[in-house]
């Protein structure tokens, strides 16, 4: 996005899986971290300073992955076409 600058990337590994984080930095000076699980599932975390939306970020993620894992394994399966309902 225009007026955003990549300004550190990291990966957090949880549970076995590497995470990818990256910190951007607004044109107003604050920074948001960014994990992107698909190209319509991202999580945002922001911050007056790279150290603590990096930190906030830190402590959601595994909130997010585990609440994504626990979605997957209790959402139904979908239909295949010709299986009755």
Do not use: W
């Amino acid at each position: 996005m225009p007026g955003e600058i990549l300004v550190h990337q990291t990966n957090m590994e949880y549970q076995g899986d590497e995470y990818e984080i990256r910190v951007f930095c607004n044109e107003d000076g604050r920074h948001f971290a960014k994990t992107s699980f698909s190209d319509s599932d991202v999580i945002i975390n922001d911050g007056p300073t790279l150290h603590d939306a990096l930190a906030k970020h830190a402590k959601l993620l595994p909130l997010a992955i585990s609440s994504r894992k626990i979605l997957r394994r209790n959402s139904p399966l979908p239909k295949r076409r010709g299986t009755p309902a």
